[in-house]
């Protein structure tokens, strides 16, 4: 094995798409996949076909398991996309937020610093700079200003992962990312609760007025950055990843209901929720100078359109 890569959250959203496609570019690395398994999680049975993936079940916080992972694997990189992300389960249970997005992101980075990884890569959101305007758009040296615990329990880990290189020189990264669609995402966020609700001929929920504008990325795109971003020796250490399709959630929720040859009877508007953004924009001007890297061309609509199929079977909706 070329390089050992310890992948946290690997059986989430993010983290299954980045397996399932790096352990092919990377056919000689070994990724272990550290996962505990919580609602959101995927069935690691998608995995059973990537020979070079191991799948762990347990806790980043647990400081006993994370430090034998490490003296096991000795890993090159560490990847941590294990997280709690749902803004309105924050509103809810914010201390469960500070407790795996904070704490498991510091037992990560403690075991990193003692066992010398190569380097440690953060999986961050554009959440952490809070509500935007249309007319601006944050840069990663910007203020972090965010909204919810769920924001705010990833700014405080961005901030940690940061101070880690400063106080321990632990060589970082991280990467703030648009909103993410794609394959294996929970039905709970919006694009795949549309989808399903449709799929059974239920109404689809609009928070306020649905004028709140969203940008949305590809998964794999942004996993493609990802990994561009972690095996690099920047010594930029922030990126701001988008693809900059921006749109607002009625419009969304209209091209949607479209695609399923239904009108706006479908919509049933309901109470906003607390602290809502109005927007979101992000710089990538860093990101597209040294990369390069080629987003998928096709609109918005129609990958949704394209994913359908997929989400019609209903393989993983049955957490």
Not at 94 to 99: A, D, G, N, R, S
Not at 102 to 126: C, I, M, P, R, W
Request: charged share 25%; with cysteine; net charge neutral.
């Amino acid at each position: 094995m070329r390089n050992c890569v310890l992948v946290t959250g690997g059986l989430g959203f993010i983290g299954i798409n980045y397996l399932l496609l790096m352990s092919k570019v990377y056919k000689d690395d070994l990724f272990v996949c550290l996962d505990k398994m919580t609602y959101a999680a995927n069935d690691p049975q998608i995995l059973k076909w990537c020979e070079n993936v191991k799948v762990i079940i347990g806790d980043i916080c647990d400081t006993k398991l994370v430090d034998e992972l490490f003296s096991r694997y000795h890993f090159d990189y560490v990847v941590n996309f294990a997280a709690e992300s749902h803004v309105d389960n924050s509103l809810i249970s914010p201390l469960i937020f500070v407790k795996t997005n904070v704490e498991g992101t510091a037992v990560l980075l403690n075991a990193a610093v003692k066992y010398k990884v190569k380097k440690f890569h953060q999986v961050s959101t554009d959440e952490v700079y809070g509500e935007g305007t249309d007319d601006y758009l944050f840069k990663e040296s910007d203020k972090l200003n965010p909204s919810s615990p769920y924001s705010s329990s990833k700014a405080a880990a961005d901030l940690l992962v940061l101070s880690y290189n400063r106080s321990f020189k632990l060589n970082v990264s991280i990467s703030r990312s648009s909103n993410n669609y794609g394959l294996y995402q929970n039905k709970e966020k919006f694009i795949p609760n549309m989808i399903y609700n449709l799929l059974n001929k239920k109404k689809i929920h609009i928070y306020g007025d649905g004028n709140y504008k969203r940008d949305y990325l590809d998964v794999i795109d942004n996993v493609r950055a990802i990994d561009l971003i972690m095996r690099d020796n920047s010594e930029i250490k922030i990126f701001n990843v988008s693809s900059h399709q921006e749109i607002l959630n009625i419009d969304l929720a209209r091209k949607i209901l479209k695609i399923f040859n239904y009108g706006d009877s479908m919509i049933e508007y309901v109470t906003d929720r607390k602290g809502h953004d109005k927007c979101y924009g992000i710089d990538t001007t860093l990101f597209e100078n040294r990369y390069h890297l080629p987003f998928h061309q096709m609109r918005l609509d129609e990958m949704v359109k394209s994913y359908i199929n997929f989400y019609a079977r209903g393989d993983y909706y049955g957490k």
